[in-house]
């Protein structure tokens, strides 16, 4: 299961290009925090504080609690966008998740045994077709990744889902 990340929010008033442009130069994110049949909300991030949770890479299958107003959230990041030149966060959208909520959420998949395959050392070469799974499950069981042994692949097999043991929920 993946850990839960704590991050503060601060509310914020107004939507629209300018009022993101405006929050972007105080160093802030402009994000949103919507789902869970409440109203949505207009949130800012402080960059320095989110920038290391997404550069991880399994961003968008970790678990937030958001501190807005004295207020916790628990959310889960539904999208990132980036600025395309410079490659910096220009905005975040957040899940609202409610008590037993079910979603879908794509998990890493981790591939290990690469190195040592028969198939490599006869000369093949590994083609990751997907790096990520996407999950039915709740908050409580996310995994981290998914674990795919390929120690034992000849040249021409494949992994399929169906052969990947997953975790219960």
Same mark, same amino acid.
């Given at each position: 299961?993946s850990? %839960?990340v ?7 008033a107004r939507?629209?290009?300018g ?5 972007r ?10 789902? +869970?049949k409440?109203?949505?909300?207009? %949130? ?7 920038d290391?949770?997404?550069q991880?890479?399994? &961003?968008?299958?970790t678990?937030? +609690?958001?501190?807005?107003d ?9 999208? !990132? ?6 490659? =910096?966060i220009?905005?975040v959208d =957040? ?7 079910? =979603?879908? !959420?794509?998990v890493? !998949?981790? &591939? /290990?045994? @690469?190195?040592?395959?028969p198939?490599v050392k006869a000369?093949?070469?590994f083609? =990751?077709v /997907?790096?990520? !799974?996407p999950?039915? $499950?709740?908050?409580?069981? %996310?995994p ?5 042994d $390929?120690?034992a692949? @000849?040249?021409?097999?494949?992994v399929?889902? /169906?052969?990947i043991q997953?975790?219960?929920?």
């Amino acid at each position: 299961m993946s850990k %839960i990340v704590q991050l503060k929010a601060a509310p914020r008033a107004r939507a629209g290009k300018g009022a993101s442009r405006a929050v972007r130069r105080e160093g802030l994110v402009p994000g949103v925090v919507y789902g +869970d049949k409440k109203e949505p909300q207009l %949130i800012s991030l402080v960059y320095r504080d989110l920038d290391p949770h997404v550069q991880t890479g399994r &961003f968008l299958a970790t678990l937030i +609690d958001l501190e807005v107003d004295g207020k916790t959230v628990r959310a889960i990041p539904r999208d !990132v966008q980036f600025e395309p030149v410079r490659d =910096f966060i220009v905005h975040v959208d =957040f899940l609202r998740l409610g008590k037993d909520a079910r =979603f879908i !959420v794509d998990v890493p !998949v981790h &591939f /290990s045994g @690469q190195e040592g395959a028969p198939g490599v050392k006869a000369g093949g070469a590994f083609n =990751f077709v /997907s790096h990520a !799974v996407p999950l039915y $499950c709740t908050a409580d069981v %996310i995994p981290d990744q998914i674990e795919v042994d $390929c120690s034992a692949m @000849q040249i021409g097999q494949s992994v399929h889902l /169906s052969q990947i043991q997953l975790p219960e929920g």
